[in-house]
């Protein structure tokens, strides 16, 4: 009988592993052993099988040096910040590449604005020209450019009737394509303005004649939050709505633009639309947050910093630690508010907050998309929120932002928190945080105005809503028109109003004779509960420490 054959140590199987891969030759190696004995020896010492590389390392190293980050190189791979770490380990990539070792060599002041191109060359690509690129088929685009492409989203809820008759005047019996079209009605049930009960009816047939899959009643909210909540656009994906702050969907690194009621009956009729690529700017905001201050106050200081039409027409893509700490619905604040300072489309970088928002909420796959490391931007700025505190904007104006306390005592008799751009439940809680076991002013009236009906019935249940209505607000129905004319209709004259909505222009109508001796500001939802209590403008600091 020949001697039993010693069994290889784990160290040995592992060195056997890496020279001769497979079960079959490891056995070999030993004296003819067979396959499956090699195989047991592994399972019982915890040594996993060979197999390939799954991506190798010429790929892994052209990612590091194009990105020099791995959360960034991951994205592109679809796989996590850690597994890109461990691939980039695996083929001893540990230095950092040459162009972050430069670039630590910079300075850049908060405030200023920095150089618009890096010295490496790749793409040289922003977000959104990434996005059109693909669209239109190309390889890349140009700032200038025009291309025809069909959107991923398009999203209605202003003038749905206008568009609906010059959809009627085209060739088309069906619309393109009911799966990718939205429609949401923003009227109250009761009141309003004339005619906009027949509108509704109209758009209610219309929707159910073309099988218009996302269609929402008024009684379930905002359209933009609806679209947010339900996961109907992805990033990396094109969004249309029909009116300007469709910029909204931007808080999910997707792109969205506004188009008119012509353009949407095309899209409706054809599913394309003709874009001309915009340039873009860079916002990097860093530094730290206290927590009286919210995305609303930071997007105001923003627009305060940026004044002077540096932003109009412009896409704003937003970097930086102070957007990586948001929240989603944060960020949809922040860039619903870009479209009150002119931009064309506002894009928050893809990390893995946007990730874990959409696990329960998108369907399918999606490729999000990153701007290449020498992007060309019409200009590139830095904002330090060290010394920030609350901000407020008005009257009637987003161009004149100011801190809250430089406002301090000025009465107010009405005040309007919630609305689409502040009105998901993390800015509910902030209010009713505020107000719980208090009293409002008698001498002002509070509107909470949730953004959706499922925000409300989250409120509801965890007894926000309780609080409100204890403390004396009025509650209104999810998505309540709380626009610059409706709440000018509300006000009477030399009355002051806070609100947490996201633009002072009109919608339409003639609101420049409406507005006489009537002062409507913008502000956080902490400053307007906090604005409740006492009856007059207050700074929320105090409240939130």
Same mark, same amino acid.
């Given at each position: 009988?020949?001697?039993?054959?010693?069994?290889?140590?784990?160290?040995?199987?592992?060195?056997?592993?890496?020279?001769?891969?497979?079960?079959?030759?490891?056995?070999?190696?030993?004296?003819?052993?067979?396959?499956?004995?090699?195989?047991?020896?592994?399972?019982?010492?915890?040594?996993?099988?060979?197999?390939?590389?799954?991506?190798?390392?010429?790929?892994?190293?052209?990612?590091?040096?194009?990105?020099?980050?791995?959360?960034?190189?991951?994205?592109?791979?679809?796989?996590?910040?850690?597994?890109?770490?461990?691939?980039?380990?695996?083929?001893?990539?540990?230095?950092?590449?040459?162009?972050?070792?430069?670039?630590?060599?910079?300075?850049?002041?908060?405030?200023?604005?920095?150089?618009?191109?890096?010295?490496?060359?790749?793409?040289?690509?922003?977000?959104?020209?990434?996005?059109?690129?693909?669209?239109?088929?190309?390889?890349?685009?140009?700032?200038?450019?025009?291309?025809?492409?069909?959107?991923?989203?398009?999203?209605?809820?202003?003038?749905?009737?206008?568009?609906?008759?010059?959809?009627?005047?085209?060739?088309?019996?069906?619309?393109?394509?009911?799966?990718?079209?939205?429609?949401?009605?923003?009227?109250?049930?009761?009141?309003?303005?004339?005619?906009?009960?027949?509108?509704?009816?109209?758009?209610?047939?219309?929707?159910?004649?073309?099988?218009?899959?996302?269609?929402?009643?008024?009684?379930?909210?905002?359209?933009?939050?609806?679209?947010?909540?339900?996961?109907?656009?992805?990033?990396?994906?094109?969004?249309?709505?029909?009116?300007?702050?469709?910029?909204?969907?931007?808080?999910?690194?997707?792109?969205?633009?506004?188009?008119?009621?012509?353009?949407?009956?095309?899209?409706?009729?054809?599913?394309?639309?003709?874009?001309?690529?915009?340039?873009?700017?860079?916002?990097?905001?860093?530094?730290?947050?206290?927590?009286?201050?919210?995305?609303?106050?930071?997007?105001?200081?923003?627009?305060?910093?940026?004044?002077?039409?540096?932003?109009?027409?412009?896409?704003?893509?937003?970097?930086?630690?102070?957007?990586?700490?948001?929240?989603?619905?944060?960020?949809?604040?922040?860039?619903?508010?870009?479209?009150?300072?002119?931009?064309?489309? %506002? &894009?928050?970088?893809?990390?893995? +907050?946007?990730?874990?928002? *959409? =696990? !329960?909420?998108?369907?399918?796959?999606?490729?999000?998309?990153?701007?290449?490391?020498?992007?060309?931007?019409?200009?590139?700025?830095?904002?330090?929120?060290?010394?920030?505190?609350?901000?407020?904007?008005?009257?009637?104006?987003?161009?004149?932002?100011?801190?809250?306390?430089?406002?301090?005592?000025?009465?107010?008799?009405?005040?309007?928190?919630?609305?689409?751009?502040?009105?998901?439940?993390?800015?509910?809680?902030?209010?009713?945080?505020?107000?719980?076991?208090?009293?409002?002013?008698?001498?002002?009236?509070?509107?909470?105005?949730?953004?959706?009906?499922?925000?409300?019935?989250?409120?509801?249940?965890?007894?926000?809503?309780?609080?409100?209505?204890?403390?004396?607000?009025?509650?209104?129905?999810?998505?309540?028109?709380?626009?610059?004319? %409706? &709440?000018?209709?509300?006000?009477? +004259?030399?009355?002051?109003? *806070? =609100? !947490?909505?996201?633009?002072?222009?009109?919608?339409?109508?003639?609101?420049?004779?409406?507005?006489?001796?009537?002062?409507?500001?913008?502000?956080?939802?902490?400053?307007?509960?906090?604005?409740?209590?006492?009856?007059?403008?207050?700074?929320?600091?105090?409240?939130?420490?």
């Amino acid at each position: 009988m020949s001697p039993r054959k010693k069994i290889p140590t784990k160290a040995e199987l592992l060195q056997l592993q890496k020279l001769y891969k497979t079960d079959e030759k490891i056995g070999e190696r030993l004296g003819g052993v067979p396959s499956y004995l090699v195989a047991y020896w592994r399972r019982k010492k915890n040594v996993p099988k060979y197999s390939l590389p799954k991506f190798s390392e010429s790929e892994i190293r052209n990612l590091w040096e194009r990105f020099g980050d791995d959360d960034k190189c991951g994205l592109e791979l679809g796989i996590s910040k850690a597994a890109f770490y461990n691939w980039r380990r695996r083929y001893g990539l540990r230095e950092k590449p040459a162009f972050l070792k430069l670039e630590q060599l910079e300075l850049n002041f908060p405030g200023m604005k920095t150089r618009t191109t890096s010295q490496t060359l790749y793409g040289k690509q922003c977000i959104s020209q990434k996005i059109l690129a693909h669209l239109a088929e190309l390889e890349k685009v140009e700032v200038g450019q025009k291309v025809t492409v069909e959107p991923d989203l398009v999203v209605s809820h202003l003038r749905t009737r206008e568009i609906i008759d010059r959809f009627g005047q085209l060739s088309s019996d069906y619309v393109w394509n009911a799966g990718k079209i939205v429609v949401v009605l923003r009227a109250s049930a009761i009141g309003g303005t004339p005619g906009v009960a027949d509108d509704n009816r109209i758009t209610r047939e219309f929707a159910r004649r073309h099988n218009i899959r996302h269609f929402y009643d008024f009684n379930m909210g905002s359209c933009h939050q609806l679209v947010l909540e339900n996961g109907l656009l992805k990033p990396g994906q094109l969004g249309v709505g029909s009116d300007r702050l469709a910029i909204s969907y931007g808080c999910l690194s997707t792109l969205a633009i506004y188009a008119s009621v012509d353009e949407m009956a095309s899209i409706w009729s054809d599913g394309k639309i003709e874009v001309e690529v915009p340039p873009s700017i860079r916002i990097d905001i860093n530094g730290r947050r206290v927590r009286s201050v919210s995305a609303k106050d930071v997007g105001l200081y923003m627009i305060k910093q940026l004044s002077g039409g540096e932003i109009n027409g412009r896409v704003l893509e937003y970097y930086g630690s102070v957007i990586s700490h948001m929240s989603v619905g944060e960020r949809f604040t922040l860039a619903n508010l870009s479209a009150a300072a002119g931009a064309t489309a %506002a &894009i928050c970088h893809f990390d893995s +907050a946007t990730r874990r928002y *959409l =696990t !329960t909420r998108a369907t399918g796959g999606y490729a999000p998309v990153i701007a290449d490391k020498d992007a060309v931007y019409g200009g590139m700025y830095q904002i330090n929120t060290d010394q920030l505190i609350p901000q407020i904007a008005g009257p009637n104006t987003v161009e004149k932002v100011r801190a809250v306390a430089e406002l301090e005592g000025t009465p107010v008799h009405q005040i309007i928190l919630g609305t689409c751009s502040s009105g998901r439940f993390e800015d509910l809680r902030i209010g009713a945080d505020i107000l719980k076991g208090k009293k409002i002013s008698r001498d002002c009236r509070l509107l909470v105005i949730p953004g959706s009906r499922t925000v409300y019935l989250d409120a509801l249940k965890k007894g926000l809503i309780r609080a409100y209505v204890e403390a004396g607000a009025i509650i209104m129905n999810p998505g309540f028109q709380a626009d610059m004319d %409706a &709440i000018a209709q509300s006000m009477a +004259a030399s009355e002051k109003c *806070l =609100t !947490t909505i996201g633009s002072l222009n009109s919608t339409g109508n003639d609101t420049a004779n409406g507005l006489a001796g009537r002062d409507i500001y913008i502000c956080s939802p902490a400053t307007a509960a906090a604005s409740a209590l006492s009856g007059s403008i207050t700074d929320p600091t105090r409240f939130l420490t």
